[in-house]
């Protein structure tokens, strides 16, 4: 991170020097730590010497982590797939009465928590459709279930779509950014631990027009982020590419996440954007099924550029259950230093199946960072180390 690295960036020491000599600038750039430009982003794009733009990443990755990869022990819960909206990508939202569509009981509930418990989970991740008519006191009875059973448990929970949902169906949508942040308190107050990063999509109004018409603006996703950091939650954020969006569009994104970041920072802020987590379009069965989705070298290549244009986030995921394990092992050399948890269920995306049931084992995921030439460290969603006996847990 800029203005935070106590090493220098070591590139091309024992390297040969790039084929693509107009990617000289850059390399000088990041080398001196200045941020990239737009232009900078789309020539790391567009050449062809992917090797350089990897290798460059790692570079910046190494200063930050050294040979350091995380992974985590989390439980995702998806408590309900019914959704008032109906976005072009996504294949996981179902009406109401529709076949396949449900709402978890507080039962389900507990019994997640409990398992959660029960595995030694550091974390529990939270989101779901907005469901027309569940109400806001189901979601605060969701945390304090959670919290009751597993008080140690950070409950990483809704995305800025649902919040700016749960001020519309609490009575404060119409109370703009005092109604998000009276929202947020209320959720602190029952056990929210921090934001995930999902629903930012890519901030463009062409693509939320044609593709997502109906969720939140890029501007809306931002202010939530933005009053959930003054409040002190961290947060994520992602980009959800591949779709109908070009690469130029990507780059705003980024740079969109980088300006925020840097807000933050400059305000005094004490919540943050953790990390930045590049997640590509798996077509499945929805509206954009016949889109073949982004390639696995354009899959690093975004991991790579993420990296190199976010000077100011700690921390690129190669989420596995979207990147799949195989290829977040290579994302590990070409700038990312985090693949995610166990996760156990996730029904929002299967790549590799058609269950449910993602699981990865913490020995499946230290086996694949370790091949991959890494040193496996366990964090906490505040990504601070994890002393583990077992299922009993602290942090460091
Ligand atoms: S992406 Fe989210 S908001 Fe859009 S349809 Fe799916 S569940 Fe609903």
Known sequence: MRGSMNTTIQFH?????????????????????????????????????????CSLADSVRRKLHGNTAFYNINRHVNYSNVCALSCMFCDFYRKNNQEGAYAHSMEDISNEATQALSTGATEMHIVGGLHPWLPFSYYTQMLSTIKEIAPNIHIKAFTAVEIVHLARISKRGRDGIAGIASVLRELVDAGLGSLPGG???????RIHDEAFRGKIKGEQWLDVHRVAHELGLNSNATMLYGHIETREDRIKHMLTIREEQERAIASGSSGKFQAFIPLPFIPGVSDLSHLPGPSGVENLRTIAVSRLILDNVPHIKAFWIMQTLHMAQHMLECGADDIDGTVMWYDITKVESNSTHQESSVVDLCRAIRDAGFDPVERDTLYRNVTRDGTNWSVR
Not at 18 to 36: G, M, R, Y
Not at 199 to 204: Q, R, S
């Open 13 to 53: 020491t024992n390297t040969p020097p790039p084929k693509d000599e107009s990617l000289v600038p850059i390399i000088e750039k990041v080398t001196n730590e200045k941020s990239l430009s737009a232009d900078d982003g789309m020539l790391l794009y567009e050449t062809a010497d992917l090797w350089t733009v």
């Open 199 to 205: 629903g930012a999509e890519v901030f463009d109004e």
